[in-house]
């Protein structure tokens, strides 16, 4: 199983930036994807997620800014960032909570990160 992100970059503060990230391999059901992120010096933290019915939970910071949604029959997430400001300078991380075939539970897999900076 892999999850591919992509979409991260330099943006200015106010500006709009839309995170993807692909799950692919031997993915029988996707329970919960999500996206955290890590700024230098500081803990990784959740910033949104959606379950596979849709509802979804965001970080305080992000509420009203951000949008996470998915398509569920090409197993890929997304995160619409709008009125970013410096704060959000950080490595986002994907993640989706899965059952691979042949496996009775689920587990996590992360993506590799993608680096979106704010700065004028």
């Known amino acids: 199983v892999q999850l591919q992100a992509s979409g991260g970059g330099l943006v200015q503060p106010g500006g709009s930036l839309r995170l993807s990230c692909a799950a692919s391999?031997?993915?029988?059901?996707?329970?919960?994807m999500g996206w955290y992120r890590q700024a230098p010096g500081k803990q990784r933290e959740l910033v949104a997620r959606?379950?596979?019915?849709?509802?979804?939970n965001y970080a305080d910071s992000v509420k009203g800014r951000f949008t996470i949604s998915r398509e569920n029959a090409r197993n890929t997430v997304y995160l619409q960032m709008s009125s970013v400001n410096p704060e959000d300078t950080a490595v986002y991380y994907c993640?989706?909570?899965?059952?691979?075939?042949?496996?009775?539970?689920?587990?996590?897999?992360w993506g590799q990160g993608t680096q979106v900076t704010v700065s004028s």
């Open positions: 959606i379950t596979s019915g849709g509802s979804t």
């Open positions: 993640y989706a909570n899965l059952r691979q075939y042949g496996r009775a539970s689920y587990f996590d897999f």
């Open positions: 391999g031997s993915i029988l059901s996707i329970s919960t």
